[in-house]
């Protein structure tokens, strides 16, 4: 679209034109054309479209000058700078008018053009400039105090968007602020208050220092009680827009605050008082850390601020007719008012404050549930209702520091301690629940939703926590769902509310409620709004659940089973219903599936007009995989429903959806043929099952093996029910199984579930599946590979493990076969022309077989595995290692006494027989018979551990050692344990580091008796980070590692202790760096490399497990340190980097200063012409790794403001391959959300 000059000159002609009509239009078609790309005007064009826009900022129809405005935004855009500033003075000029209009539209003008140009270009450094300079003349100057207003309210916006690109103006702005604080219009000090605040994001730190003496001095002089209160609510702004800046003067502001908020009378200096330290806890954590006390001290007394209102009137009267009460008869509180009663801020501010505190400090919660929890509790009964709903967001909020910290150790510890803080929260149940009990019928809705919101959290923290309070709760529910004037709203939360209660407490507390919830909830079903007719129908499935449980442990409640029609009439009502929501439909269709499942018995006449629904609805697209789920509920039933209705539709559409892309979809689909086939195979027809099996070779493959699992556990199915019908796919069915069973992927339940369709096939006596037969298909690639090559491998070394696995079973369940296939395995292994696969086979296969049968009988077996020790093939020597300790797991008697016999001599093969004993170890622990047969064996065992271990001979012999006393000590912790503690005194050096190394395999992420003595022992297992031998120092890192990340309950207590030494680890000591000459050349080593990279690693999984127990700004020293090592520790700090901005990012953003100078010069490093490819790579990788870390920096909330990061992303900006490469990095990270932040204060 050409836009001709002929063009524009109509269109100014008609926005001079007396009708403002022409005008009107005139302007809006110049928005039109100022918004099109390719816009361009010569020079005097500009000046008449510019001044006709100025002149119409004075036009008197008001829509023309709203138009002119929004003109004005998008002319800054298009026109030279002259005239930009020539908008920019105009307008400051009309700031200055005497017509009040004028100055409005002039104001609303500037605040366009500021918000309209683009950041950091240098129109809008030149534009910010000149306003700014103009501003600063205005403000104090203007006589009309509305001038002033506005000035500063868009010097705030200004200094708000581009603040860090007007640091020459930084001081003259600031002064000018500060005079504004003494003004004697209190809007006028607060405007300037909000400017300072966003002021101090960006100025640099002689200016923030000389900001914060003055006011520091004013509050110190405390001359009249309006400006002191002006000065302590900019502390609480500057605190809340720069925390990390204040965390110098906390020493300072808070005896100073604690004394203005006691000694004042003044109720709103008060609640600025509260306000500051609010914000001063959430910024400055740790500064704030020695006056936390005091100010919940303070808090506290000012949650009960309330000198206008007596609350033993009511609660005299609660006493009286605490069992009479109805809606009509409310407390006269919520009648009383009174303007000039300004004490609800006092206790709202307090309550806010003691959020925070909850908030910031979850290693208080023994104290807060000691001392705040009572008082909380106490003021639910709060008048005002603003501030009892933030009592009740208080209180939430230290419910869920509860759960949130309640992980499963400390759920364990907590059982046994009455000081815990899930015991103290159970003793304080009846107070809370007595707090709340009228509440929950208040007239009041945003009362109930927060009553509910407190109850929801104690039932998600404490299960069963309401049993015995059921009768004062279940009323409350009653009466909002009965409630002729609740919202949709106030329906959903309680609603929400129910859900929440039924499925944290047992069936039996409900039974006396079922059949006043009953019709409640099903009158719910039939409300318009289509929200709570979805978390009705959820919860009527958790009701039918209590009515009807199918879990033979609970009692069914048959007299409820009178309500089953009538939640059948109201579910299917919703099912029969095409144009519902989607979310109703799947609810309703889950309902039905579940209300089948447990009532079915007492539905037979309605079950048949309901299946063909169902049917329908699994022929549409958006509600089939919820009816598949449904259908497999109700065919699941222990009532044995009849289903055959609807089975031969039914198979085929679910077969029919294994051809669809949805793996939701096919995962739900195999799962419900299989129960469907069970259950009612016996009725279907031959072609239904071919259908079945025809879909299902494609599904079995590598690239998903839960689907593979799925399908091979459907065919194992099909062939129990028709064998026959296999026979026609067989062909098809036995190759993908065949390559499935050749894929390095394949393990766990998709393995079992081929080998139980093997077994199945030769139970059912399918042709051509004999044992022999089977066998020999599964041994046929390699036999016969299809590359000859001696010195490869036939097949991936993992599937001779599957195939081995495959073959064990076959022989377990044909025993006959048993003597005939070892004595041919035996026989395979002896021969010298067998390939090396073949060898490694044998030996594995043996392995597997030894382990379920007794071996003993073949005289020759031992003396032909241990020859296999001396194989030239790793592969071979590795099998015949497996081979023996599964072959001894199954005759310990014969086996173990040879093993130790062989240890003991043999020490060229003692990384081997050390390898068999770990398997037998490991085989002997899956249950208690095992481990009992084990026993007698575990002294002998033990003791020739150490001797291995005493004998040095190399670190891999110690670490197999140390597996084996791990695995060991877990099978007897009450005896071993003690006894592995003994040698941490030993004097040599590789048994201490074999004893810690052990007790890493002692731990798992299992639950386990070794546990409770771990406890006593870890301390002294740990202090081996102080051990001379740095192997030992090392070893112990990994092992605290393990104990962080598998069991953190273990080492919480003792962090104290322990983080000292962990840092200490993290330095570069130079007594562990050494030159080694290379011929001409010298190499510098680094000894304590290994150390340090142990002690970030650890320090990386503490900050996942342990957070609560850390000092975040001690812990950042130390990764700053490590931003300046070597290259592995650069790039374990980057990714700590990326955690701890996520979860403490105040605390991050403090140290930019510190953080940003490491990652600067490493993303700016230039590589020397001459280095090699793989320095080039190696800079390269360290490059994009500081690079995300610095996009993770980036999402701190108001890190843009920092001007050292402006300053490293212009530098970025300003070098192509560094800004192409940063470009990349923030897409990918956009693109796949890999980062999720959850802000942790």
């Known amino acids: 679209m050409a836009f001709s000059m002929y063009t524009i000159q109509s269109l100014l002609d008609k926005m001079n034109s007396v009708d403002k009509d022409y005008r009107f239009m005139a302007t809006n078609d110049l928005i039109s054309a100022l918004q099109h790309e390719y816009f361009k005007l010569d020079d005097e064009s500009e000046k008449k479209v510019v001044n006709t826009v100025m002149g119409l900022l004075e036009d008197k129809n008001g829509e023309v000058q709203n138009l002119a405005v929004k003109c004005l935004g998008l002319l800054v855009t298009k026109v030279k700078e002259k005239y930009v500033e020539k908008i920019a003075n105009s307008l400051c000029d009309g700031m200055k008018s005497s017509s009040e209009q004028l100055r409005d539209i002039s104001s609303i003008g500037l605040k366009t053009v500021i918000a309209d140009i683009a950041f950091q270009s240098q129109l809008a450094v030149l534009l910010c400039k000149l306003i700014v300079s103009r501003l600063l003349s205005v403000i104090p100057t203007a006589q009309d105090p509305s001038v002033q207003l506005e000035a500063l309210d868009i010097l705030g916006d200004i200094l708000k968007k581009y603040g860090g690109l007007l640091s020459d103006h930084h001081a003259n702005v600031q002064q000018c ?149 109805d809606e009509d008869d409310d407390d006269d509180q919520e009648d009383y008012s009174d303007d000039d009663d300004v004490s609800w801020k006092v206790r709202r501010a307090a309550s806010r404050c003691i ?45 869920r520091q509860t759960r949130t910290l309640a992980t499963v150790e400390t759920r364990i510890d907590d059982a046994m301690d009455e000081d815990g803080p899930n015991s103290m929260l159970q003793g304080q149940i009846p107070s809370i629940v007595k707090a709340l009990h009228k509440l929950l019928k208040d007239k009041s809705m945003k009362t109930r939703q927060g009553c509910f919101s407190v109850l929801s959290e104690v039932c998600l923290v404490l299960y069963g926590s309401l049993n015995n309070h059921m009768a004062s709760v279940i009323p409350g529910i009653v009466y909002s769902l009965s409630d002729k004037s609740s919202t949709s709203n106030m329906k959903i939360d309680t609603l929400l509310f129910l859900q929440c209660v039924l499925t944290h407490h047992e069936a039996e507390v409900f039974y006396p409620h079922i059949d006043v919830l009953i019709p409640l909830v099903i009158d719910k079903v039939s409300d318009m709004f289509y929200k709570v007719v979805s978390e009705a129908l959820f919860v009527l499935q958790q009701l039918i659940k209590i009515m009807r449980p199918l879990d033979g442990n609970k009692p069914s409640a048959s007299k409820y089973d009178t309500h089953a029609r009538s ?177 390095p992927l394949l393990q766990g339940g998709a393995l079992n579930a081929l080998q139980g369709f093997l077994c199945q096939t030769i139970k059912s006596s399918i042709p051509n599946m004999s044992p022999n037969e089977v066998l020999q298909m599964l041994t046929h690639p390699i036999y016969y590979p299809e590359s000859q090559t001696q010195s490869t491998l036939a097949i991936h070394k993992q599937a001779f493990y599957s195939i081995a696995k495959c073959v064990a079973k076959i022989i377990s369940e044909s025993s006959n076969l048993s003597t005939t296939v070892v004595q041919q395995l035996i026989r395979d292994l002896e021969s010298a022309s067998s390939s090396v696969s073949v060898k ?21 077996l031992k003396s032909v595995i241990t020859s296999a020790f001396s194989s030239s093939s790793e592969e071979i020597k590795s099998a015949a290692s497996f081979a023996l300790g599964n072959i001894a797991a199954g005759n310990l008697a014969e086996y173990l006494p040879f093993i130790f016999k062989e240890i003991e001599s043999e020490s060229k093969k003692q990384y081997l027989l050390l390898h068999s004993l770990k398997e037998i170890i490991v085989c002997q622990s899956s249950h208690s018979a ?29 670490n197999m050692v140390a597996e084996c006393l791990g695995k060991l000590t877990i099978l ?22 074999t004893v810690v190394n052990a007790v890493k395999f002692a731990i798992s992420e299992q639950h386990h008796q070794v546990d409770l003595k771990l406890r006593q022992y870890i301390g002294d297992f740990l202090r081996s980070l102080e051990d001379a031998d740095p192997n030992v120092r090392r070893v112990t890192l990994v092992t605290l590692n393990s104990a962080a990340h598998n069991k953190p309950s273990l080492i919480k207590d003792m962090l104290d202790v322990i983080l000292p030494s962990l840092y200490d680890k993290t330095i570069i000591r130079k007594d562990m760096i050494r030159e080694v000459e290379m011929g001409p050349f010298k190499h510098t080593v680094d000894d304590g490399l290994d150390i340090r990279k142990a002690a970030f690693e650890c320090m990386y999984t503490l900050l996942d497990t342990c957070l609560d127990k850390l000092d975040i700004f001690q812990f950042l020293n130390y990764v700053e340190e490590g931003l300046k090592d070597h290259y592995d520790i650069k790039m374990l700090t980057y990714l700590m980097l990326i955690r701890l901005a996520a979860l403490c990012p105040n605390a991050v953003l403090q140290r930019f200063d510190k953080i940003l100078d490491p ?80 802000e942790y204060k």
């Open 177 to 325: 602020l500060i005079s504004q604080l003494t003004n004697s219009r209190l809007a006028v000090r607060k405007r300037a208050t909000i400017a300072l605040g966003q002021l101090v994001i960006c100025n640099n730190n002689s200016l923030f220092t000389e900001l914060m003496r003055h006011l520091i001095s004013e509050l110190k002089q405390n001359r009249s009680l309006s400006t002191t209160r002006t000065y302590v609510q900019c502390i609480a702004t500057i605190s809340r827009q720069a925390g990390h800046r204040i965390g110098n003067y906390v020493d300072t502001l808070m005896p100073l605050l604690f004394t203005f908020s006691l000694q004042q009378d003044d109720d709103e200096f008060k609640d600025y008082c509260l306000q500051a330290l609010e914000s001063l806890v959430l910024r400055c954590p740790k500064e704030v850390t020695p006056y936390v006390m005091k100010i919940v001290e303070i808090c506290l007394q000012y949650l009960k601020y309330d000198p206008n209102y007596n609350y033993d009137s009511d609660e005299d009267e609660d006493m009286e007719g605490e069992d009479d009460i």
């Open 567 to 743: 939640i059948y009439k109201s579910t299917v009502g919703r099912l029969e219903t095409a144009d519902i929501d989607q979310e109703v439909k799947e609810r309703a269709i889950m309902c039905m599936g579940h209300l089948i499942c447990n009532m079915g018995d007492i539905l037979q006449a309605e079950l048949r007009s309901c299946l063909p629904i169902l049917v329908a609805r699994l022929r549409n697209d958006s509600t089939r995989l919820c009816t598949v789920k449904a259908l497999t509920t109700m065919a699941n039933s222990p009532l044995n429903l009849d289903l055959t209705l609807i089975l031969p539709d039914g198979i085929q559409l679910l077969s029919s959806f294994l051809r669809k892309n949805s793996r939701a979809l096919k995962l739900s689909s195999l799962t419900a043929l299989n129960v469907f086939i069970r259950k009612f195979g016996l009725a279907m027809s031959n072609q239904l099952c071919d259908d079945v099996f025809s879909e299902i070779p494609l599904l079995i493959n590598e690239s998903d093996l839960h689907v593979s699992q799925l399908a091979l556990e459907l065919i194992t199915t099909l062939i129990q029910i028709n064998p026959n019908s296999f026979m026609k796919h067989r062909e098809n069915i036995l190759r993908e199984v065949l390559i499935l069973l050749k894929s």
């Open 1159 to 1238: 990652l600067r010069a490493t993303v700016m490093v230039q590589v020397k012409a001459l280095a090699v490819k793989q320095e080039f790579e190696k800079q390269n990788e360290l490059k994009r790794s500081a690079l995300r870390a610095l996009t993770s920096l980036m999402k701190i909330p108001d890190s843009d403001k920092s001007l050292q990061l402006n300053e490293f992303l212009q530098q970025i900006n300003s070098n192509p391959a560094i800004s192409s490469m940063f470009e990349t990095i923030k897409n990918d990270e956009s693109g796949s959300g890999s980062f999720i932040h959850t």
């Open 930 to 958: 095992a481990v009992q047969s084990l026993a007698p064996y575990v002294s002998t065992i033990w003791n020739l551990l150490f001797q291995s271990c005493e004998k040095a001979g190399g670190e891999g012999i110690r």
């Open 972 to 993: 007897d912790p009450e005896n071993l344990l003690p006894d592995l503690h003994n040698h941490l005194a030993s004097n040599s050096s590789f048994v201490r580091c």
């Open 840 to 860: 490694m086979f044998t030996l594995l296969a043996l392995g597997e077989i030894g382990r379920i049968l007794n071996m003993s009988s073949f005289q020759n």
């Open 355 to 399: 959020d925070a505190v909850i908030r910031s400090r979850p290693e208080l919660l023994h104290e807060f549930y000691r001392n705040v929890s009572p008082t909380l509790i106490s003021r639910f009964k709060e008048r005002e209702e603003n501030v009892k709903s933030d009592i009740f967001s208080a209180y939430v909020t230290l419910l």
